[in-house]
Each structure stands twice: as structure tokens, then as C-alpha cells.
């Protein structure tokens, strides 16, 4: 906002309505990315009544991963594969390269003949598979690459859970990042903001406009059945049932 001083990040949020409508759900001004500023962002939205979305999607954001664990701990959270086949190649040899980031790829290439690609939890364990099939060939060679991989391997596979015709545009976070590169634009041309009132102003103006070109998701009634059945195991799942080793059942069961 002023000459000379450092860029203050605006945290903000998109989201997928059931009927595939993409809805800018807010944004404000914070001083970092930090899980303390997550955390004041977040209850703010669930005060204006949203509710515990079904899937996360990010990129590294430790800060946003965090505070979405304690906030909305029943979501499921997917890690951007675009952000991270960035990173996973850049830990090898130049000569490796190319062959690592083939092998990344092919990790969730859904596309091999025999494979059913029902989405559901087998998916998910087919793609794991994958990646230890991975870290065994390159383990040796690269690693550094195999370290990074493993630790998010995860949430890489979460979004195979989600219906088919949502796969490519839930397992990463271009979606989003297309519109903060036009704002970025903006700002640019600007140069520098007399406030905060006028820095959020502008940059609820474009994120506001930006969805008018935008494509919705594709709904069918087997995805949206899918997304169903997520939500109530996730965050509607059925009560307990008390074990029937607990004495206080067993009068009960007698009389039974």
C-alpha cells in the first residue's frame, strides 16, 4: 500500500456450489499467511453461514492447511499436483528431469487399460501404489524428490474420491490462481494503494467480475448421489452405538 514497504498478502476463497456454480465466497486484507490469520478468516465465513465444505483444495499454504484442521477438520483436503510437479522435479539433476516428471505424471494417468476407474477409495489405493512404486525406482537416485512426494502423498490423492468428470478441475488450485494473476495485473498498473479500504476495494472488483467467462462443473445425478454419500460419512456420520460390554446395557440384554 505504501512505497518502499512490503506486499501484505488478501486471503480469499472460492467455492463449488452442488449445482456446479462457481461462488466467490469472501476475502480480507491480513498481514500474512500465517495460521493466526487463517484463523480469523475462517470463522468469519462460517458466521455468515457457511458450512464445512467437502473438499479443500490448496497449494502448500501450511498456514491455510492448518487452521482448516482445527476449523473444518471434517473436510477433506487435496494438495495442488500442478504446484507440486513443479517442486518434485526441481529436486533432481537437470539430465533426470524430464524422466521424473514423466514418472510423476503417470502416477495419476487413470487412463491404463484394465483400470476401473470408479471413484471411491480403491482408486485412492491404487493411486498410493503408484507412488511407492515410484519412490522405489527413484529412491536410490533422487532422494530429496522421493522425501517431498512422500510427505503429501496423502492429500496428492484425495480428490479421487470425488466423481470422474470433477478430477481434473479439483486436483489443483489453477481455478484460483487464474484470478489473483489478473489481479496482480491490476495492482501492478496501479502501483501503490492510498488504504486498505481502496486495496481490498479493487481487489473484490475483479474477483467479483472475474467468473462471468467461467465454465461451471458438470453435475450428474451418479456424481451428486457421490457427493452425497461423502458428506454424510463425513460430516454427518451416525451416531455410535454404545458397545454391549458396557454394564449399564446388561439388564437390558437379560431382559431381552
Known sequence: ??????????LATWGITTAGKPVFVGLAAAGSESTDAWHDFLPDLTARGLKPPLLI???GAPGLISAAEQGVSHSLHQRCLVHRARHVPAEVSATDQAEVKAAYRQIFDLTEPGQNVKPGQHLVDWAQARIDAFAEVWGGRC???????????HSLTTYLRFPIEHHKRVRHSTFIERTFGETRRRVKAIGHFPGESSCVSIVWAVLDRAPRGWRGFTMTSTGLRILQDLRRALLHPPAQLRSTDDPALAPGIEAA
Open 143 to 153: 532422494p530429496a524428490a522421493v522425501t517431498y512426494l512422500l510427505t503429501d502423498r
Open 1 to 10: 500500500m505504501h512505497n518502499g514497504s512490503r506486499a501484505e498478502p488478501i
Open 57 to 59: 483444495v490448496s497449494d
